[in-house]
């Protein structure tokens, strides 16, 4: 098959995500992909030039080595809200080069400008497309006098959308009450990668890191969002003083990042909040690995309500206690009894921590994370998309 994939997001310096596991995986698997992307992050540029250039880029792996996938970065007006202005012309102009160009055989959205142009464009072409849905994107607009607009144009997304997939099943009710046919709705969960955890050295990170032997490792990774829960962590570490056996490892970056740091000068709370920025993919088993308790202390909000990130599996698949704020989607798809501790607020996960100090009650929540997510192989996620896509397109 030949894949064309349009994003509004920044495939090169976000994830790995759904779209890299998958995408990545089916590069290995003999098909050939191109992206048509957006960098979100040209506000955070101090140095972004007026009109940025089309670019061609080969992209670095993210998951699976050596699976290198081609992305296309068309021209845009880096300035807020001409940006969206350019991204409609210079977006719907790559599109149609593509598909005249590249002639895929199926395209697959994960926006909501391009994804609208390319459903338009698609089907004056008799070119499936297929909407593959991780958040409620219209809620993901910064500027939030646009997001009325953005779900109007998200609706008609669905409603014409060849196939709409999710990636679970709260996501799938939300995508139908937006409009789309229930019959052309599927749910394609989030998949682990298990062998990516057999190597990993806890002992040799926890020195690294300085951790002691009986210190207790709270852990995060991703995008430091202002709602992501951190905050109140933080804060709540410091309530427990310099002798508390408690520690947050922070992997990544974002909005909270400087607050962090400012927090870290604070008497004692160097050696308490530990942050390394980002990581290769391939070195955050080790990360994981040296915790001892895996947090999505995420802020209850219309963003969270019912999306279930990656990195909830990967914590359950290292065989990790996760405690999460008990946000709808994350309880609809791992319920209770299976690893996860929910939290009524971002505030009560620490304390939270605390009950959960006795290493084999930690190790019989892991178990029962690592059991659970099991069932979810990559490999085999992957071969259902895969046959997803085939169908649509022998449909078609």
Same mark, same amino acid.
């Given at each position: 098959m030949r894949i064309l994939v349009?994003?509004?997001?920044?495939?090169?310096?976000?994830?790995?995500?759904?779209?890299?596991?998958? @995408?990545?995986?089916l590069v290995q698997w003999g098909h050939e992909v191109r992206v048509i992307d957006y960098d979100i992050l040209w506000r955070k540029s101090a140095d972004h030039s007026l009109i940025s250039s089309r670019s061609i880029i080969s992209a670095s792996p993210k998951a699976i080595p050596d699976a290198m996938i081609t992305v296309i970065r068309p021209s845009i007006i880096q300035i807020p809200v001409l940006e969206y202005i350019s991204l409609l012309y210079s977006h719907r102009k790559e599109i149609i080069r593509q598909l005249d160009e590249f002639k895929p055989d199926i395209v697959i959205g994960f926006g909501i400008l391009n994804a609208r142009i390319a459903i338009s464009s698609c089907r004056k072409r008799r070119v499936p497309f297929v909407y593959y849905i991780i958040d409620e994107l219209h809620r993901l607009v910064p500027q939030p006098h646009f997001q009325r607009l953005a779900r109007s144009i998200e609706r008609q997304n669905y409603l014409t959308a060849d196939l709409v997939l999710s990636i679970n099943e709260g996501l799938r009710e939300y995508t139908v009450d937006m409009g789309a046919m229930r019959e052309k709705t599927r749910v394609i969960r989030a998949g682990v990668d298990l062998e990516w955890f057999s190597h990993a050295d806890r002992r040799t990170k926890r020195d690294e890191l300085g951790?002691?032997?009986?210190?207790?490792?709270?852990?995060? @990774?991703? %995008?430091?969002?202002?709602?992501?829960?951190?905050k109140e962590v933080a804060e709540a570490l410091i309530q427990q003083g310099e002798n508390s056996k408690l520690k947050l490892l922070v992997v990544g970056n974002g909005d909270l990042w400087e607050y962090l740091q400012n927090i870290k000068k604070m008497p004692g709370m160097s050696s308490k909040?530990?942050?390394?920025? %980002?990581?290769?993919?391939?070195?955050?088993?080790?990360?994981?690995?040296a915790s001892d308790i895996c947090l999505l202390p995420a802020q209850k909000n219309d963003i969270m309500k019912n999306i279930v990130p990656i990195k909830m599996y990967e914590y359950m698949a290292a065989g990790k206690p996760v405690i999460a704020t008990n946000l709808s989607g994350i309880m609809k798809e791992f319920g209770t009894n299976n690893g996860v501790v929910y939290i009524d607020k971002p505030d009560e996960a620490v304390q939270k921590a605390i009950t959960l100090s006795d290493p084999g009650e930690r190790s019989e929540f892991g178990t029962k994370s690592r059991q659970f997510v099991e069932p979810n192989d990559w490999n085999a996620i992957t071969h259902t998309f895969e046959k997803c896509l085939e169908e649509v397109i022998n449909a078609q």
């Open positions: 349009v994003q509004e997001s920044n495939w090169i310096d976000r994830g790995p995500h759904q779209s890299h596991h998958l @995408m990545e995986r951790f002691a032997e009986d210190d207790i490792v709270l852990f995060f @990774m991703g %995008w430091l969002y202002e709602f992501s829960g951190l909040i530990i942050t390394v920025g %980002w990581q290769p993919y391939n070195s955050i088993p080790d990360f994981i690995a």
